[in-house]
Each structure stands twice: as structure tokens, then as C-alpha cells.
């Protein structure tokens, strides 16, 4: 399996950008999608999953109302929508992926992982 995030950049406070994390080598179909930041100096968290029909979606409190996450499992393609984005966003984002049969928040229960791609949010 390999993932390959992109749509990163260098945005200001209260604007949008998309995330998209491409996935080959296995069927995108039977895995749960996460998307995780790390902030420089900062450990890894978890930031958003959906399961493996995009009926079910789960979102860390920070960016609940302002972030959605949605999946085409046609194009083998996870997205995040990022809107009202705020400093505290600025990290890298890594989407990863699973084979579990329930939801997960935990970077461990997470299998294979995307490079990453850099946001930066300017005050």
C-alpha cells in the first residue's frame, strides 16, 4: 500500500485548503482513512477518520465545524477540507490508513502512512 498526501501550502488565518491523499497497491475500499498533524515540536495527533463507506466520520474537538473529511472510493482518494484555518493548524498532515473494524483515533492502530504535506497558517 502506498499514500501520497498533497494540497499543503502557506495560507492565511481564516482561509480554506483541501488535503488530498492518493492510495494504490490495495483495495481503498477496505480501509478506514485517518488524517494526523505534527506541529513542530510537538507529538503526533490525531485530527479525523472515516470508515471504509464514508458513512461514518469522526473528528478531533480542535477542528470539529471547521474541518470535513470525505472519501471517493471510485478515484482512490481521501480529502480534508480545511476551512476558518487558525495558526494553531499550522503542521504536517499525514494521512493514513487501516483494516480495522472500528473506529480509531490511536496512530498505532493505523498500518500505512502517507509522506506527509506542510500547512502553514500566518496570523
Known amino acids: 500500500v502506498q499514500l501520497q498526501a498533497s494540497g499543503g501550502g502557506l495560507v492565511q488565518a481564516g482561509g480554506s485548503l483541501r488535503l488530498s491523499c492518493a492510495f494504490s497497491?490495495?483495495?481503498?475500499?477496505?480501509?478506514?482513512m485517518g488524517w494526523f498533524r505534527q506541529a513542530p515540536g510537538k507529538e503526533r495527533e490525531f485530527v479525523s477518520t472515516?470508515?471504509?463507506?464514508?458513512?461514518?466520520?469522526y473528528y478531533a474537538d480542535s477542528v470539529k465545524d471547521r474541518f470535513t473529511i470525505s472519501r471517493d472510493n471510485a478515484k482512490n482518494t481521501v480529502y480534508l477540507q480545511m476551512d476558518s484555518l487558525k495558526p494553531e493548524d499550522t503542521a504536517v498532515y499525514y494521512c493514513?490508513?487501516?483494516?480495522?473494524?472500528?473506529?480509531?483515533?490511536?496512530?498505532?492502530?493505523?498500518?500505512?502512512w502517507g509522506q506527509g504535506t506542510l500547512v502553514t497558517v500566518s496570523s
Open positions: 472515516i470508515n471504509r463507506s464514508g458513512a461514518l466520520t
Open positions: 497497491g490495495h483495495t481503498f475500499s477496505n480501509y478506514d
Open positions: 493514513a490508513g487501516r483494516r480495522g473494524i472500528s473506529y480509531s483515533s490511536s496512530s498505532l492502530d493505523y498500518d500505512y
